[in-house]
Nanobody, 125 residues
Framework: QVQLVESGGGSVQSGGSLRLSCAAP????????MGWFRQAPGKEREGVVA???????TYADSVKGRFTISRDGANSMLYLQMNDLKPEDTAMYYC???????????????????WGRGTQVTVSS
């Protein structure tokens, strides 16, 4: 079981920004597929953004141009910069990692082996 720990959630007004962090082991950051997923109350979990260790990120259409994923190997962190937040972005956000993910569908959550406990993001209008 890989330990992933999210932080950085909070409450912001529409149009605001937050940066989520996910602490992960260095080898996970370097070699595994990693992603951010979210789940709003009463809704199914959805993929927000995911990235292979050696490839570009895949973003959900709903967040393209507003969210950016990045890795910080020196600090063993995965980040999600979220700008221009909207009320529909309100959800619990989870960091996930997996050693083997089909590149044709990086945002499919059931491919990921390990998950953090999540951090809540609430955006008010």
């Amino acid at each position: 079981q890989v330990q992933l720990v999210e932080s950085g959630g909070g409450s912001v007004q529409s149009g605001g920004s937050l940066r989520l962090s996910c602490a992960a082991p260095e080898y996970i950051l370097s070699y595994w597929y990693m992603g951010w997923f979210r789940q709003a109350p009463g809704k199914e979990r959805e993929g927000v953004v995911a990235v292979a260790s050696d490839g570009p990120a895949t973003y959900a259409d709903s967040v393209k141009g507003r969210f950016t994923i990045s890795r910080d190997g020196a600090n063993s962190m995965l980040y999600l910069q979220m700008n221009d937040l909207k009320p529909e972005d309100t959800a619990m956000y989870y960091c996930a990692a997996g050693p083997t993910v089909w590149r044709g569908d990086l945002l499919r959550g059931d491919q990921y082996k390990d998950w953090g406990r999540g951090t809540q993001v609430t955006v008010s209008s």
